[in-house]
């Protein structure tokens, strides 16, 4: 496969990943459930934020820079973290809509789709990468620069993760009542 069909791959699974991410967030997290109405669900809201955190240096590392070397490697560090913490989300979840009749098979299947898109733009993103990126020693910048639509789509990625991590941080704000249900501290009387 020629590298400019790579990275047109990487940028329509980009683009998959992102129009699904964002419709289970505003439509399935924010409107349906109203996730960080609920103290169940704070855990679940705050992994969220984290995953919002982890997949902003994702998108500069991978599509807005020709990553190599330790960067590379930083960012695949980053990858392995927001699978981790992607894991405990699915763990969580059943605990957390538990009151909300569990989550729902439509929303099971964005979440699917939406990791398979994610996944699989970032294993065409590394197979445009030469072997030699992946030495610890080698440069941090590639010398061969990213297509406009890899980079733009990064910067999208970028702002759009950085958002919707301050607007899950955002949400809870003002809200201690739920943060103190959800980890048993009782309120002090005045």
């Given at each position: 496969m020629s590298t400019e069909l790579l990275y047109a791959a990487a940028v329509g699974c980009l683009v998959a990943f992102g129009v699904l991410g964002s419709f289970?967030?505003?439509?399935?997290?924010?409107?349906?459930?109203?996730?960080?109405?609920?103290?169940?669900?704070?855990?679940?809201?705050?992994?969220?934020?984290?995953?919002?955190?982890?997949?902003?240096p994702i998108a500069y590392l991978f599509y807005v820079i020709p990553s190599g070397g330790r960067l590379l490697w930083l960012g695949?560090?980053?990858v392995a973290a927001d699978l981790c913490v992607e894991v405990c989300?699915?763990?969580?979840?059943?605990k957390s809509r538990e009151k909300l009749g569990g989550i729902s098979p439509p929303e099971s299947v964005v979440h699917v789709l939406a990791t398979g898109a994610r996944m699989a733009s970032l294993a065409f993103i590394l197979a445009t990468k030469p072997v030699s990126a992946f030495h610890w020693s080698s440069v941090s910048v590639l010398p061969e620069g990213l297509p406009i639509l890899v980079r733009l789509g990064g910067w999208?990625?970028?702002?759009?993760?950085?958002?919707?991590?301050?607007?899950?941080?955002?949400?809870?704000?003002?809200?201690?009542?739920?943060?103190?249900?959800?980890?048993?501290?009782r309120a002090r009387e005045s």
């Open positions: 289970d967030g505003v439509y399935f997290h924010l409107m349906k459930f109203r996730l960080h109405e609920h103290a169940e669900a704070l855990v679940e809201h705050l992994l969220h934020a984290l995953r919002g955190v982890c997949f902003t695949l560090a980053v989300d699915i763990l969580v979840e059943k999208v990625m970028l702002v759009t993760s950085f958002v919707g991590a301050c607007s899950h941080i955002l949400l809870l704000r003002g809200r201690r009542r739920v943060f103190r249900g959800a980890i048993g501290w």
